[in-house]
């Protein structure tokens, strides 16, 4: 198992700044995916990691070796692509064994690799077939098989779901959880889908505009985002945030005023806040009804076992919450709002978040 260590890295096009002044540490084994909005960096640090870009700055490590200036056919990794790659007028097995010909590796090797790795992707069936022959998911099956034919110390995946259908995407997710489970490998993933990301990652990299935002367990950022940014980026549908002032709290606790009035209060020891609550941030599964904030349904969506109810506060602020699967409400209803207080977020003007000091409970659904 392989360790990555980016020291302080840094990307340029011209005078663009993709990447400023990165660290990060990977750990053996771990499953780490790289998660922000398009145009966020991640890919280009992925390709940083893997050779197919240069470092303008700072240093990349691969067990404790600096490989930032090395070729990358020297730096013991393995990607696989958004679209594939594969050679349309070779076989399966031709696509597999293509590049361990090109090194010059004896051909029983070959043949005991690529065996090994249709075994292990259950493709065996497939090997004679071409690529016009498979449907997406077989091909993207060839292209995770190519990269674990060259037992690379490290496997790094550029969005490699995204051109499949949400059927597929959900079955590749598992099978790429299985293979990680059985290989014990370092990877890296790059995606803009949070589903992904939380599903498969040991560890979530959060990255806004070539920086790092946080970086934690799924559960742990969902459940304590650093930012603002960041509890807005994770969970489905996202946190609800409205505008507050602060006002005269219980115990040591924070209270905040919404824009009609009503004071919440929370469990946020005021003595933990740098600075004003500029915006209350609750997510869907933390909002009750009864709650005595008035608020009026607008849009009803039912999506089996569960009914998201988008609200309106008297002050105009949007609020969606989630009911039962059989829930009455109907568009134009009255409904009272609640929020869990001990599952609140405060949000300063910086966008810092702080909440609860035993902030538990996570998504009910991912």
Request: glycine letters at 10%.
């Amino acid at each position: 198992m392989t360790s990555i260590v980016l020291k302080r890295v840094s990307k340029k096009f011209g005078t663009t700044s993709v990447i400023s002044d990165l660290s990060l540490a990977i750990d053996p084994g771990e499953f780490t995916v790289f998660l922000g909005p398009s145009g966020c960096g991640k890919s280009t640090l992925l390709r940083m990691i893997a050779g197919l870009e240069d470092v303008t700055s700072g240093e990349i490590e691969i067990e404790g070796q600096r490989i930032d200036r090395a070729p990358p056919g020297e730096r013991g990794v393995a990607m696989v692509f958004q679209n594939y790659a594969l050679y349309p007028h070779m076989s399966v097995r031709e696509n597999l064994s293509f590049g361990l010909k090109n090194i010059g590796m004896p051909k029983a090797q070959i043949d005991e690799r690529v065996q090994a790795a249709a075994r292990m992707l259950e493709m065996d069936a497939l090997l004679e077939r071409r690529p016009s022959q498979l449907s997406g998911g077989q091909r993207q099956r060839v292209a995770i098989g190519r990269a674990i034919v060259k037992e690379p110390r490290a496997f790094l995946f550029d969005e490699p779901l995204s051109n499949l259908d949400a059927a597929l995407r959900s079955r590749t997710r598992v099978e790429l959880s299985r293979l990680h489970q059985r290989m014990k490998a370092t990877m890296i993933f790059v995606t803009h889908d949070q589903v992904e990301a939380m599903t498969m990652a040991t560890r979530i990299v959060v990255m806004n505009q070539g920086r790092v935002e946080q970086v934690g367990t799924p559960l742990g950022i969902y459940r304590r985002p650093a930012t603002r940014f960041v509890a807005g980026f994770i969970g489905s549908p996202a946190m609800n945030f409205l505008k507050v002032e602060p006002a005269a709290g219980e115990g040591g606790m924070a209270a905040v005023r919404l824009g009609d009035g009503t004071v919440v209060q929370t469990d946020i020891p005021t003595a933990g806040l740098e600075a004003v609550p500029a915006e209350l941030g609750v997510r869907a599964e933390h909002v009750t009804t009864g709650g005595g904030i008035p608020a009026t349904v607008d849009v009803v969506e039912r999506l089996g076992d569960r009914t998201l109810v988008y609200s309106r506060l008297r002050n105009g602020a949007a609020v969606v919450y989630e009911d039962e699967g059989d829930s009455p409400v109907s568009v134009g209803d009255a409904v009272s709002l609640g929020f869990r207080r001990q599952f609140l977020h405060l949000f300063d003007a910086s966008g810092k978040a702080h909440q609860a000091p035993t902030l538990e409970g996570g998504p009910r659904h991912g």
